[in-house]
């Protein structure tokens, strides 16, 4: 009997990993070609200071809407491109748009909006990397102060002291580092404490309990005292609620992001939020 349903058990298992299999297949084959058809774009979350809700920047966020899959998360395949070399592609084309889009916004509405982009680990170890980077800052004419590149603890904890050096050379080009996902890794605080960064981004699944949960209040009040230690600024993720903002306020987190103020938006609708927001 138990063998029997031990076996059972492994069919399940192996119909479930064969599907899972064959889901990345498509997933990695169509974002090829995804890239090609004009399916993936990229949305822009605003940015708000906690201290007067001014917009003070956007993290773009690439999105995928595919013809034959529908849409699908970037959560679900951005580790997927991870593995392959498509990542690479999708880097530089994130890249590209939002340098253009907000360089060109900044002009049209005279502001000075930052611009946030995440950089997956292929593209970070990238030999050519800072010289890609270089290449679009100067292409586009778009200031190297107003652009920050948010890596993950677990990416720089992949080889610190590698890590170092890069993150090193792309401050001295002026350009802001901020780590993302911030206390989901396993980073020690001896390397975080080496590392050259700017800013801490708080995890979302910290922010979601403000209110809720006491452990988590107290985490909050712990990553902003140690970024205020350490010379740092935080900015918060996925803030859904007034009184989750209300409390990030008073423990002096200066950003917060999250869709309390909005979600991210197609350049034309951030375009018209900045507009009204700068407007009032
Ligand atoms: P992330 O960089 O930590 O981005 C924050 C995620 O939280 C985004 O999900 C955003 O839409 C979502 N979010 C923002 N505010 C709220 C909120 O108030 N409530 C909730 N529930 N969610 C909120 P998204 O766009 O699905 O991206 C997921 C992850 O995919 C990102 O996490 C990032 O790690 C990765 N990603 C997205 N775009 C890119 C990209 O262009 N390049 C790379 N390498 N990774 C990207
Ligand atoms: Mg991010
Ligand atoms: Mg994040
Ligand atoms: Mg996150």
């Not at 034959?68 to 990542?87: D, N």
């Not at 970070?124 to 004419?141: D, V």
Request: aromatic share 8%; proline share 2%.
């Amino acid at each position: 009997q138990a063998k029997h349903s031990g076996r059972e058990t492994t069919a399940v298992f192996d119909e479930q990993l064969a599907l899972q299999y064959e889901r990345s297949v498509m997933v990695d084959t169509g974002l090829r070609q995804a890239l090609q058809d004009d399916e993936v774009y990229v949305a822009y979350q605003p940015q708000i200071d906690l201290r007067d809700g001014s917009v003070v920047g956007v993290e773009a966020l690439v999105r995928w809407h595919s013809a034959k899959l529908g849409r699908i998360t970037p959560s679900e395949f951005i580790p997927i491109a991870e593995r392959s070399q498509v990542i690479e592609s999708i880097g530089l084309f994130v890249l590209n748009t939002a340098l253009r889009d907000i360089g060109r916004l900044n002009r049209r509405l005279n502001q000075q909006l930052h611009l946030s982009v995440n950089v997956s680990s292929r593209q970070f170890w990238h030999s050519q990397f800072l010289l890609h980077l270089h290449h679009q800052l100067n292409t586009e004419g778009f200031p190297a102060n107003l652009l920050t590149l948010e890596l993950t603890e677990s990416l720089a904890m992949e080889n610190p002291e590698r890590a170092s050096l890069v993150m090193r050379a792309i401050q001295s080009a002026g350009i802001g580092l901020s780590i993302d996902d911030f206390g989901t890794g396993y980073s020690s605080l001896a390397y975080l404490k080496a590392l050259p960064f700017d800013t801490l981004k708080i995890d979302r699944s910290f922010v979601k309990d403000i209110g809720v949960k006491d452990d988590d209040e107290a985490i909050c009040k712990a990553v902003i005292s140690l970024a205020d230690t350490l010379g740092k600024r935080t900015i918060a993720e996925g803030v859904e609620l007034q009184q989750q903002a209300d409390f990030l306020t008073q423990q002096q987190c200066h950003f917060a992001q999250g869709f309390l103020y909005s979600q991210a938006l197609a350049i034309d609708e951030l375009e018209a939020f900045v507009a009204e927001r700068t407007a009032s």
